[in-house]
């Protein structure tokens, strides 16, 4: 029961963080870019993050509801692996797959040269190269955020 309780509100936190991460990334990308000029900003982009963070937290949920204590070093290892997850899939499939899905996505989209309109290979080549420079950033966020997850969890009695 403890599990399944740790994996469904794993799911629900990372929905809203993802929800969050993804609002807050636009407003310091269009403040930097000159200007607010919409809202919710682009959407696919809301799309790119969703499936990663909802599966790294249901998956935590999962692991801490087994656990009794996680000593500072797991957290560690725990939010570098999550980090580097998160901005790897967001930044090269998470990506691609939010393209995709804005630009109403169908099989006439792809043809035998690939994914029409978008530069797959650079999207794979660099988003990858970013989620390894950005690991020095992305950790220390991730073990903030899943440190409160942990918390969050204790305070519902899923982790002792």
Same mark, same amino acid.
């Given at each position: 029961?403890?599990?399944?309780? %740790?994996?469904?509100?794993?799911? !629900?936190?990372?929905?809203?963080?993802?929800?969050?991460?993804?609002?807050? @990334?636009?407003? !310091?990308?269009?403040? /930097?870019?000159?200007?607010?000029?919409? +809202?919710? %900003?682009?959407?696919?982009? @809301?799309?790119?993050?969703?499936?990663?963070?909802? /599966?790294?937290?249901?998956?935590?949920?999962? @692991?801490?509801?087994?656990?009794?204590?996680?000593?500072?070093?797991?957290?560690?290892? +725990?939010?570098?692996?999550?980090?580097?997850?998160?901005?790897?899939?967001?930044?090269?499939?998470?990506? +691609?797959?939010?393209?995709?899905?804005?630009?109403? %996505?169908?099989?006439?989209?792809?043809?035998?040269?690939?994914?029409?309109?978008?530069?797959?290979?650079?999207?794979?080549?660099?988003?990858?190269?970013?989620?390894? !420079?950005?690991?020095? +950033?992305?950790?220390?966020?991730?073990?903030?955020?899943?440190?409160?997850?942990?918390?969050?969890?204790?305070? @519902?009695?899923?982790?002792?």
């Amino acid at each position: 029961m403890k599990m399944t309780k %740790g994996i469904m509100i794993g799911i !629900i936190f990372g929905f809203g963080l993802s929800f969050c991460i993804s609002f807050i @990334y636009m407003l !310091i990308a269009q403040g /930097l870019a000159g200007g607010i000029t919409s +809202l919710f %900003g682009e959407s696919w982009l @809301y799309y790119a993050t969703i499936f990663p963070f909802i /599966l790294t937290f249901a998956i935590l949920g999962y @692991y801490f509801a087994k656990r009794e204590n996680v000593s500072n070093k797991m957290f560690w290892l +725990l939010s570098l692996t999550s980090a580097l997850f998160i901005t790897l899939y967001t930044g090269t499939i998470g990506a +691609l797959f939010g393209e995709y899905v804005i630009r109403g %996505g169908s099989l006439r989209t792809f043809t035998a040269g690939g994914y029409t309109g978008v530069n797959v290979e650079g999207v794979l080549v660099w988003g990858t190269i970013y989620a390894f !420079i950005l690991i020095p +950033l992305t950790t220390p966020l991730a073990r903030l955020l899943i440190q409160a997850f942990f918390e969050l969890l204790k305070k @519902y009695n899923v982790s002792d």
